[in-house]
């Protein structure tokens, strides 16, 4: 039986970012992505070259042609999600002691999006009291997680700038573009704690088919058992979050929405 045609798989990832109904930029779909901007200006050059993808000559966004606009990728489903990922997520959390959560943006209009959504959660190791956190909102701006999301979901850029017009602070709105730019960067976020977040966190995208981002995956404990001195990701924890969020995309990818 033929494999998957990995073009194929980055040509659809592209359209379904481009569903969301908003014009993207080359340098935005490369970095949601994780592609190079030569790889998807090649991809994006064939979709107009057949009618499925337009151009804003003064822009330079590209946008799925009229005749196209009509197929919407079917909206995720938060309980599927969650029962595809209930194994991964509860051995993320039985293997690093901590506590872990896949994290979702609402289905809804990017300017209306004001935080995330807890689609799982599980309890870290500790004695201390605790308490489940699903269908709970998240700090976009606050929590690894939600900063996750900001960098590479494919509404992450809306959200992010409606976010930012709503910012009173410009010194608070510029850390939180330098920490998204800096998250899309390294392909990881971390939190430390800071506007009444508990402990530190860190956080790593969840992709579904083609490489689009649908979720974040991430863990919380104290700083000493998340972060480096330097305030980077334990590579110990990044590691084991790395092959949580790879299983968990699989699983979520066994079947379509």
């Known amino acids: 039986m033929p494999g998957r045609v990995q073009s194929v798989e980055r040509a659809a990832a592209i359209l379904r970012l481009l569903a969301a109904g908003h014009g993207r930029v080359l340098g935005d779909l490369s970095g949601a992505l994780g592609l190079s901007k030569s790889t998807v200006h090649g991809i994006l050059r064939t979709l107009v070259e057949v009618g499925f993808v337009e151009q804003d000559p003064a822009s330079g966004a590209y946008l799925l042609a009229a005749e196209v606009l009509g197929d919407r990728s079917k909206p995720m489903d938060i309980n599927e999600m969650r029962s595809r990922a209930t194994n991964w997520v509860d051995g993320l959390a039985a293997r690093t002691r901590l506590a872990a959560r896949l994290v979702v943006l609402p289905e809804t209009e990017p300017t209306e999006i004001t935080s995330g959504l807890t689609a799982h959660h599980v309890f870290s190791a500790s004695p201390a009291p605790q308490r489940v956190e699903i269908g709970d909102e998240v700090d976009l ?117």
């Open 141 to 257: 701006a606050a929590t690894a997680e939600g900063k996750m999301l900001l960098a590479l979901s494919p509404i992450g850029g809306q959200v992010l700038d409606s976010l930012l017009r709503a910012e009173r602070s410009a010194k608070s709105g510029d850390r939180l573009r330098d920490d998204v730019t800096l998250t899309r960067s390294r392909g990881y976020a971390v939190d430390t704690g800071g506007s009444g977040t508990d402990g530190a966190g860190v956080a790593v995208p969840v992709r579904s088919h083609g490489g689009t981002v649908v979720a974040s995956l991430g863990v919380r404990g104290s700083t000493e058992q998340v972060l480096t001195p330097a305030r980077s990701a334990r590579k110990d924890v990044l590691r084991t979050l790395d092959e949580a969020a790879r299983g968990t995309s699989h699983a979520l990818m066994s079947k379509r929405w």
